[in-house]
T-cell receptor, first 110, second 116 residues
């Protein structure tokens, strides 16, 4: 069974204070690792897909990296609008199912 | 691209009634759609997977007669909560995958169900 563990559970940052979120995973065979952003009362918004170790993807202040055991989501010089819950998920099956972590709630203070 | 809508966004119903939630992929054909349930400050719990034209596959512990899923077309899936009770109150979210676009699931905005 796939397992995804995210840390920390919550992260409070000052505006401009860069930090990283961790996603550790255990799968039988990784087909893809996904990062989503979720705002309160909304559905998750797709951010990145990573397929193999060493891969990196960037979008604005966010950068996702992948190793064989974990993924990091780096937030560079965050702004208050980056406040959200960030979810990590993995796919290891042929039926497109995702296994989600519990998420990291990021709060950025101005 | 990859926009998924849900309707209604919020519904309040009396105990014992049935509620239908629609999920539509607006700009792509969704070969597979998923239904999730999310409790406050918790992650997403997969309820079922549906493929167009075939019966849904339910996760362990999810009552298929309680949560009826119909994937009638490549752009529409519906979830009907039958004989709803207060414990069914939750945030229900659908997602869609086109297959051709890759492994990503694209999520709808969610439906907040409150059963009185």
């Amino acid at each position: 069974e796939d397992q995804v563990t995210q840390s920390p559970e919550a992260l409070r940052l000052q505006e401009g204070e860069s930090s990283s979120l961790n996603c550790s995973y255990t799968v039988s065979g990784l087909r893809g690792l996904f990062w989503y952003r979720q705002d309160p009362g909304k559905g998750p918004e797709f951010l990145f897909t990573l397929y193999s170790a060493g891969e990196e993807k960037e979008k604005e202040r966010l950068k996702a990296t992948l190793t064989k055991k974990e993924s990091f989501l780096h937030i560079t010089a965050p702004k208050p609008e980056d406040s959200a819950t960030y979810l990590c998920a993995v796919s290891s099956s042929n039926d497109y199912k995702l296994s989600f972590g519990a998420g990291t709630t990021v709060t950025v203070r101005a | 691209g990859a926009v998924v809508s849900q309707h209604p966004s919020r519904v309040i119903c009396k105990s014992g009634t049935s509620v239908k939630i629609e999920c539509r992929s607006l700009d792509f054909q969704a070969t597979t759609m998923f239904w999730y349930r999310q409790f406050p400050k918790k992650s997403l719990m997969l309820m079922a997977t549906s493929n167009e034209g075939s019966k849904a596959t339910y996760e362990q512990g999810v009552e298929k007669d309680k949560f009826l899923i119909n994937h009638a077309s490549l752009t529409l899936s519906t979830l009907t909560v039958t004989s709803a009770h207060p414990e069914d109150s939750s945030f229900y979210i659908c997602s869609a995958n086109s297959g051709a676009r890759g492994l990503e699931q694209f999520f709808g905005p969610g439906t907040r169900l409150t059963v009185l």
